[in-house]
């Protein structure tokens, strides 16, 4: 079946760093990719959303870039910020099935 | 636009007790979804609706029984509370299915004494 996978369930950095969060996913489907992001006692909230293979969409200085021959959506940002502390969730959808798949998720902590 | 209001923002329930989660869409989204959150962690699918009087199950339905009786609303009962149900409890709605942009309510806490 259709699965997601997040490998880090924790990435601390210190403000001003880059940041690569990793996502892979496997579908027989025509993959539509998400990254959602969830602040402190809020509600998850899109971040970024692709289906186009190999072309780059960015949203609030976040970027990632669907690679479909190698099944990965992985979120990228040139240069933290204290603001970017947050649960980032991956996710795969698709036309043929109402049920979207989440990754576990991955806490980013940046430090001062 | 359009908003998703879960009520009530608290549940405080008894171990055993069958306990009632709300959730009102106005966006006129066909599809909605209930996802359980434990602290911090992963959204897990409970139930789905495609459509008015549809219901999928999710990887977590067992438990817990769904309604979705208007297009614009979706229920979620606990069927018999238990004490490690403590969590935070997501509608969200999208206009079609999974290829289309979630929108989640503020969630619903519910703690079992």
């Given at each position: 079946g259709d699965s997601v996978t997040q490998t880090e369930g924790l990435v601390t950095l210190t403000k001003g760093l880059p940041v690569m969060l990793n996502c892979t996913y496997q579908t027989t489907y025509s993959p539509f990719l998400f990254w959602y992001v969830q602040h402190l006692n809020e509600a998850p909230k899109l971040l970024l959303k692709s289906s186009t293979d190999n072309k780059r969409t960015e949203h609030q200085g976040f970027y990632a870039t669907l690679h479909k021959s190698s099944s990965s959506f992985h979120l990228q940002k040139s240069s933290v910020q204290l603001s970017d502390s947050a649960l980032y969730f991956c996710a795969l959808g698709n036309y043929n099935q109402g049920k979207l798949i989440f990754g576990q998720g991955t806490k980013l902590s940046i430090k001062p | 636009g359009g908003i998703i209001t879960q009520t009530p923002k608290f549940l405080i329930g008894q171990e055993g007790q069958k306990l009632t989660l709300k959730c009102q869409q106005n966006?006129?989204?066909?599809t909605m979804y209930w996802y359980r959150q434990d602290s911090g962690k992963g959204l897990r699918l409970i139930y789905y609706s495609i459509t008015e009087n549809d219901l999928q199950k999710g990887d977590l339905s067992e438990g817990y029984d769904a309604s979705r009786e208007k297009k614009s609303s979706f229920s979620l009962t606990v069927t018999s509370a238990q004490k490690n149900e403590m969590a935070v409890f997501l509608c969200a709605s999208s206009i079609q299915g999974s290829a289309e942009t979630l929108y989640f309510g503020s969630g619903t806490r519910l703690t079992v004494l």
């Open positions: - | 966006f006129n989204h066909d």
